[in-house]
């Protein structure tokens, strides 16, 4: 089992939805976040105020997937949310040790699926 973590631009989640819904991915957590990645976020003073400037505002989806379905929801993503421009996004595969379902106390396999 994987957790994949992906940040993506927010316009861009409804073609990601579609792409993760065309792979039979249908169970996701989605956050409203902000970060930088590369470009560097950066801190200005405005009025003896420290102020964060350059945080954009992304969409993080958390996903939860058997093996199997590792790499149809990593294409899926990819496809959905890539423009070619800079801050199209970043995917985090993680190791998952452990899943719940807590209506039915199913686990693993059977409560990710
Ligand atoms: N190393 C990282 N650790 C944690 N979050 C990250 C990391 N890199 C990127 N992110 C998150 O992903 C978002 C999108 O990153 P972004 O696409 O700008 O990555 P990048 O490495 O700068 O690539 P690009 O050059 O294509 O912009 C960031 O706003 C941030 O929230
Ligand atoms: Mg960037």
Do not use: W
Not at 56 to 64: C, E, N, Y
Not at 65 to 77: C, R
């Amino acid at each position: 089992m994987k957790l994949i973590i992906a940040l993506i631009q927010p316009e861009k989640l409804p073609d990601v939805k579609q792409a993760l819904f065309n792979a039979a991915v249908h169970k996701m957590t989605v956050t409203n976040v902000v970060g930088c990645g590369q470009q560097k976020g950066f801190t200005e003073t405005y009025r003896g105020v420290v102020t964060e400037v350059n945080l954009l505002k992304k969409v993080r989806l958390d996903i939860a997937v058997n093996d199997d379905f590792v790499k149809p929801t990593i294409k899926a993503i990819m496809n959905g949310a890539r423009t070619g421009r800079i801050g199209d996004g970043k995917i985090f595969v993680l190791p998952l040790e452990e899943c719940y379902r807590i209506r039915t106390g199913e686990t693993n396999s059977a409560a990710i699926g």
